[in-house]
């Protein structure tokens, strides 16, 4: 036995978001440090393989995953940056099947915590994190609960609105919805903001300036979810608030405001993971109070939705001050990820973040 803690990466899965995670994964085996972490990278698309919503050109390398073959990493999008192509690539390169560590984990043989770096769908929704806890699996980030919450931009709208914390007005609407059930409303609010409600990285989202533009929008997100969010566009500047729990203590604290300036239309996938495509500034070049009441907001969002370990939230700073549009409760851990950037201007470099969630994810079990 080495004595080292052994970190299983939970990475890579079925989501849209696929390929980031493959990229967060790789950067969290590379920086976790090797003199205390013992560290394996799994695809939890290997427990999938039988999964009737598996996307096709995923069918393939989830089965051959699962019965131990070796199988030719799937393309990277041409979307994605080189950079993040070539760190996508060896990610898949590198990956392992997740159902022989997690079931000797469970056996008290294959893990002793597992970092969660899924992202989307069936990683951040709460379903990884249920079959954790049954597994008795201790596991980075958020529990069931505030994963599941966060990632239903619906639900997590009402409770933080609940709670006091300036949310935009909007509505949702169903996949069974006739357009006569939400076009005036909708109409009333232009321009908006259309968006799937469980999903992230801005996939299936739409900026609408007119009435006509509306049902495309709506009809592109629900491609993605069977609930879509129509909000009012709030113009502004866009920030997010990295928070950190505390070890030891039972407090969060806020990591400094990063200002995000895209140079496209907006922050959509494609600017989130390539540095050319928007500047990101740490600390925010905004008034000192309203900084101070974002980070607020962003550790009372943390709380309310009853996130552990981490969380970030994105906001717009619009003419009456900060307004929460979401939180998400697994951030992005690539090198052009927002949360590590704002640890560092806190003082605290990538592999001390890393280790932090590890050791907060321990703490939790006990």
């Known amino acids: 036995m080495s004595g080292k803690i052994r970190v299983g990466v939970l990475f890579g899965g079925a989501s849209d978001e696929r ?6 994964g790789l950067m969290i085996a590379e920086h976790l440090p ?23 050109r995923l069918k393939e390398r989830a089965e051959a995953l699962a019965a131990g073959r070796s199988v030719a990493a799937l393309p990277a999008p041409g979307t994605l940056a080189p950079s993040m192509r070539e760190q996508v690539m060896r990610a898949e390169e590198r990956a392992e099947s997740a159902v022989r560590a997690l079931a000797g984990a469970a056996d008290g043989g294959g893990l002793d915590v597992a970092f969660l770096a899924l992202h989307g769908k069936w990683g951040e929704d709460g379903t990884i994190q249920g079959f954790l806890e049954l597994a008795g699996i201790p596991y980075t980030g958020s529990g069931v609960l505030a994963s599941a919450l966060a ?10 609105s609940a709670e006091g914390i300036p949310v935009p007005r909007g509505l949702h609407v169903r996949r069974e919805d006739a357009p006569a059930v939400w076009r005036a409303r909708a109409e009333a609010l232009l ?19 007119g009435a006509r533009d509306l049902a495309a929008a709506v009809a592109l ?28 203590e039972d407090r969060a604290e806020a990591l400094p405001v990063v200002e995000i300036v895209p140079k496209r239309a907006f922050f959509d996938y494609q600017a989130k993971y390539d540095p050319a495509q928007c500047d990101e500034i740490c600390p925010a070049r ?51 990820s927002l949360l590590p950037k704002a640890a560092a201007a806190a003082g605290i470099p990538f592999a001390d973040l890393l280790d932090r ?10």
């Open 19 to 24: 390929e980031i995670s493959l990229a967060s």
């Open 34 to 56: 090797k003199d205390r972490y013992e560290v394996r990278l799994l695809d939890t698309l290997a427990l999938m393989a039988r999964h009737p919503h598996l996307a096709p």
């Open 151 to 160: 990632m239903d931009k619906v639900m997590a709208k009402k409770i933080l």
């Open 191 to 209: 321009p908006v903001v259309v968006k799937p409600s469980r999903q992230g990285s801005s996939v299936g989202m739409s900026m609408v300036d």
């Open 221 to 248: 997100a629900l491609d993605h979810d069977r609930e879509a969010l129509i909000e009012e566009r709030i113009h502004g500047t866009e920030i997010t608030v990295g928070v950190l729990d505390v070890p030891g």
């Open 286 to 336: 905004i008034d000192p109070a309203l900084a101070a009441t974002a980070q607020d907001l962003a550790v009372r969002a943390h709380r309310s939705l009853t996130c552990r370990g981490y969380s970030r939230t994105d906001m717009i700073l619009g003419p009456s001050g900060p307004v929460v549009l979401e939180v998400n409760t697994l951030p992005g851990m690539t090198m052009n």
């Open 357 to 366: 969630l590890v050791r907060l994810a321990l703490e939790a079990r006990d």
